[in-house]
C-alpha cells in the first residue's frame, strides 16, 4: 500500500507568494518545509448536530449521499462551469488491490475515509493523500452473487464504521483504525453479506442485508452507536399477520401507474397454499444507503428482488415489501408506509438505487431511480405516488412474462435487463436546477426460467438472463426535472453506468464512465466541459470537499466485477491548476431511442408530442403498442 503526491497545487501556490527569501541553514529548510505542509489531521467529533444541519455537503463530505438526503450536491462553488477545465490532479492514492472499486469516500475535518473491495478502511490527509492508518479485516468464507464490492464508511462521534463482506458491522477509532466493536449482523455462510454503506443516525447505525439471491429472508437493522448492540431489526418480508395480507399483498395485475405486469393472478391463487411458506426465503436485499429525515426521524430505502429472482410461479402474490420504496421510524423500526412499484417482480428489475429527499412548494418527496428505466416520485409523508418520469433508457418488450416451459434455447428478449435502467447507482440531485441526475445502463438480456430447487447457501435464482454478444450495450447519463418527469437533457455514453453523480453549486455535475474518464457536465445544458483518463474504470461516487480554502474532487477509480471494466486501485484528488487542460477528446451525443413519456399518478398520459417517436418517425410509443 503506498501513497503518491502527484502535485500540490497549493504548496506551490504557497511557495510563489511568499515575502522573504529563506537562508540556507538547516533550521530555515525545516521551517519552510514546516509552513508549507498542511496542518496535522483533524479528529473533531462528528456530532448529531452537524449532521442533522446539513441541507448540502460543503467543506465536508459527512454521509455517503453527502447529506442525509442523499442528493449529493455540494454548496461549494469554488469550482465553476467557466474554470472546471482547469482541474488539475493534486495527488494520488494506489491501495495496492486492483478490484472492483465502488467507494464514495467520506471527509470529516481534512481527513479522508474510503473502504477498499474487501472490506478495508484507509484515513488519509485529505489534502496530501498521505495515509494515516489502514484496517484490513479477516474476511471469513462469504458467498457473493456480484464481487467483492463495499461502497463506504459512515462516521460518527469518535469512530467509522464499516460493513463487511462477510456480514459483520465494525467500529474502528477515527484516530488510530484500532477496532472498538465487531458486531456479527448475520451468518455468510447462508449467504448473507454486507456491501453498503452504513448510516449513522441519532445514536445508531443502520446496515441494510444483502444475499437475497441465496434465497434469505431479508432485513435492515440498527446498532447502537457506542457499544454495537442491536437496537431493532425490521424484516423486508412480512411474515403472515405482519402485514394486512402477508407478503401476497393485493394481487395487483398492474403497477402503480397502470402498465400491465402480465400477471396470471388466478393461477398465483390457486398456487398459493403449496407455497405458504415460501415468504420464509422471499429475498428483499437492501443494496444501498437510506436517506434519513430528522425532523420527522424517517428513514427511507429501497427493497431489491424477490427470490428466486425469475421464477415466479413459487412465489405467488406481490411479494411484500420486495419492488419497494420503504419508510420506517427510525427510533423504532415500525414501518410507516411503503409504495411497491413493482409487484411480483419476475424480472430482477426491482429497485437498487438509493432515495433523496428533495422540497418543492413547501412538501417533501422521496425520488428513486428505478431498474425499469423510471425515476418515481412519492410523497414523502405518506407514499402516496406522484410522478413517473419519462423513460431514461430504452425500453422494449417490458414485463414480459416468461414461463419454464418456454423453449429454453430460445428465451426472451427484454429492455432493460436485469441490470437496469438504473442499477445501484446514486443520483444526485441540485435544488438550483431543480434536475436529477441519472446513471443509465443499456444492457439487453435474454431471459429464461428453469425450476431450480432450493439449497441452503446456493445461488437461487429460478433461471437465467444471458447478454447476447450481437447486441450493442451502452449507457445513458441523464437529466430529470422532478417537477414534471421530463427529460431536460441526456447523452449517450460508451459503456453502461454504474458509479454515481455529484452536482455542485458551480452548476457542474461529475460522474465516471466504464471506459475509464471522470466527466465533468454543464449541469444546465450537458455540455461536456472537462474530462480526466484515470486508466481504470470509475464506478466509485465522486466527491467534493475543501481544505484551507481550497476545493478538491475525489474520485475512486477501479473497475467493475460485473461490466468488468478495466480494473485498478487508485483514488484521485483533483483541484483548480493554473491554465485548461485541453478540452475533452470526445463528445457525447444525445440518445435516439423510443420515448413514452412522464405519467402524473391518477391523470390520464402525458406525453410530450415532441418526444413520442422521437428517432422513430411515425412509429407509435411503447406504451402504445
Same mark, same amino acid.
Given at each position: ?40 489531521? *483533524? ?17 465536508? &463530505? ?25 482541474? $488539475?490532479? /493534486? ?30 478502511? +484507509?484515513?488519509?490527509?485529505?489534502? $496530501? ?67 453498503? /454503506? ?10 441494510? +442485508? ?42 395487483? =395485475? ?22 405458504? =411458506? ?6 428483499? *436485499?437492501? &443494496? ?15 427493497? %431489491? ?18 419492488? *419497494? ?22 424480472? =430482477? ?55 419454464? @416451459? =418456454? ?7 427484454? +429492455? ?23 446513471? %443509465? ?18 445461488? &437461487? ?14 449507457? $445513458? ?7 414534471? %418527469? ?8 460508451? /459503456? ?29 445544458? @450537458? ?7 484515470? %486508466? ?73 408530442? *415532441?418526444?413520442? $417517436? ?12
Amino acid at each position: 500500500m503506498r501513497a503518491v503526491l502527484v502535485v500540490s497545487l497549493l504548496a506551490a501556490s504557497l511557495a510563489s507568494c511568499r515575502d522573504e527569501p529563506r537562508t540556507g541553514s538547516a533550521d530555515a529548510e525545516r521551517e519552510e518545509a514546516a509552513e508549507r505542509r498542511p496542518p496535522a489531521p *483533524s479528529f473533531a467529533p462528528v456530532t448529531d448536530a452537524a449532521l442533522t444541519a446539513l441541507q448540502a455537503a460543503s467543506s465536508e &463530505w459527512l454521509t455517503y449521499g453527502g447529506a442525509y438526503n442523499n442528493q449529493r450536491y455540494s454548496s461549494l462553488a469554488q469550482i465553476t462551469r467557466e474554470n472546471v477545465s482547469a482541474l $488539475t490532479p /493534486a495527488w494520488v492514492y494506489q491501495t495496492g488491490l486492483a478490484e472492483s472499486f465502488e467507494t464514495t469516500p467520506v471527509v470529516a475535518g481534512n481527513v479522508m475515509y474510503l473502504t477498499t473491495p474487501e472490506s478495508g478502511v +484507509i484515513a488519509l490527509h485529505a489534502a $496530501t493523500g498521505e495515509k494515516i492508518w489502514e484496517f484490513k479485516p479477516e474476511i471469513r468464507r462469504t458467498q457473493l452473487c456480484c464481487g467483492p464490492n463495499n461502497r463506504g464508511v459512515s462516521i460518527y462521534g469518535d469512530h467509522v464504521h464499516v460493513a463487511t463482506l462477510d456480514a459483520r458491522l465494525i467500529a474502528l477509532d477515527r484516530r488510530t483504525g484500532q477496532v472498538v466493536w465487531d458486531t456479527e449482523v448475520a451468518d455468510p455462510e447462508d449467504g448473507y453479506s454486507l456491501t453498503m /454503506a452504513p448510516l449513522a443516525f441519532d445514536g445508531k447505525v443502520f446496515v441494510g +442485508i444483502s444475499g437475497a439471491d441465496y434465497g434469505l429472508r431479508g432485513f435492515v437493522s440498527a446498532y447502537d452507536a457506542a457499544t454495537g448492540e442491536l437496537v431493532w431489526r425490521w424484516y423486508t418480508i412480512p411474515a403472515p399477520g405482519e402485514a394486512p395480507n402477508g407478503w401476497w399483498g393485493e394481487w395487483r =395485475d398492474t403497477d402503480p401507474f397502470g402498465t400491465p405486469l402480465g400477471r396470471d393472478i388466478m393461477a398465483e391463487r390457486e398456487d398459493s397454499a403449496t407455497y405458504r =411458506d415460501a415468504w420464509k426465503r422471499g429475498g428483499g *436485499s437492501v &443494496w444501498m444507503t437510506p436517506a434519513y429525515d430528522p425532523t420527522t426521524k424517517t428513514l427511507y430505502f429501497s427493497v %431489491g428482488n424477490p427470490a428466486p429472482s425469475l421464477d415466479g410461479r413459487v412465489r405467488p402474490g406481490d411479494n411484500l415489501y420486495t419492488g *419497494s420504496i420503504v419508510a420506517l421510524d427510525g427510533q423504532t423500526g415500525k414501518l410507516r408506509w411503503y409504495f411497491q412499484y413493482l409487484p411480483h417482480d419476475v424480472w =430482477d428489475l426491482a429497485p437498487a438505487s438509493p432515495p433523496i429527499l428533495f422540497d418543492l412548494d413547501g412538501r417533501r418527496y422521496v425520488a428513486q431511480a428505478g431498474k425499469t428505466g423510471w425515476l418515481y416520485v412519492v410523497d414523502a409523508a405518506s407514499g402516496q405516488p406522484v410522478l413517473r418520469s419519462d423513460n431514461f433508457v430504452p425500453q422494449d418488450a417490458l414485463f414480459t412474462t416468461v414461463s419454464a @416451459g =418456454d423453449d429454453p434455447a430460445d428465451g426472451r428478449l427484454m +429492455i432493460p435487463g436485469a441490470h437496469g435502467g438504473a442499477h445501484w447507482s446514486p443520483i444526485a440531485y441540485s435544488p438550483r436546477t431543480g434536475l436529477a441526475y441519472v446513471l %443509465g445502463v443499456h444492457q439487453p438480456m435474454v431471459y429464461r426460467v428453469t425450476r431450480q430447487p432450493f439449497y441452503e447457501g446456493r445461488l &437461487w435464482t429460478g433461471g437465467t438472463f444471458l447478454m447476447p454478444p450481437d447486441l450493442p450495450q451502452w449507457g $445513458t447519463f441523464s437529466a430529470i426535472d422532478v417537477r414534471t %418527469g421530463e427529460i431536460r437533457w441526456q447523452r449517450r455514453v460508451p /459503456a453502461p453506468m454504474l458509479g454515481a453523480a455529484l452536482v455542485t453549486a458551480g452548476d457542474v455535475v461529475f460522474v465516471g464512465q466504464g471506459t475509464g474518464t471522470l466527466d465533468a457536465f454543464d449541469a444546465l445544458t @450537458g455540455d461536456l466541459l472537462w474530462q480526466f483518463n484515470t %486508466g481504470a474504470g470509475v464506478h466509485g461516487g465522486p466527491i467534493t470537499y475543501a481544505v484551507d480554502g481550497v476545493q478538491y474532487v475525489a474520485v475512486a477509480a477501479g473497475g467493475n466485477y460485473q461490466l468488468g471494466t478495466p480494473k485498478g486501485d487508485d483514488v484521485f484528488a483533483f483541484v483548480l491548476g493554473q491554465a485548461p487542460r485541453p478540452a475533452p477528446s470526445q463528445a457525447y451525443a444525445p440518445v435516439e431511442y423510443r420515448r413514452t413519456g412522464p405519467i402524473r399518478h391518477g391523470a390520464v398520459r402525458q406525453v410530450p408530442a *415532441s418526444s413520442v $417517436t422521437q428517432g422513430r418517425p411515425g412509429e407509435p410509443a411503447a406504451q402504445d403498442r
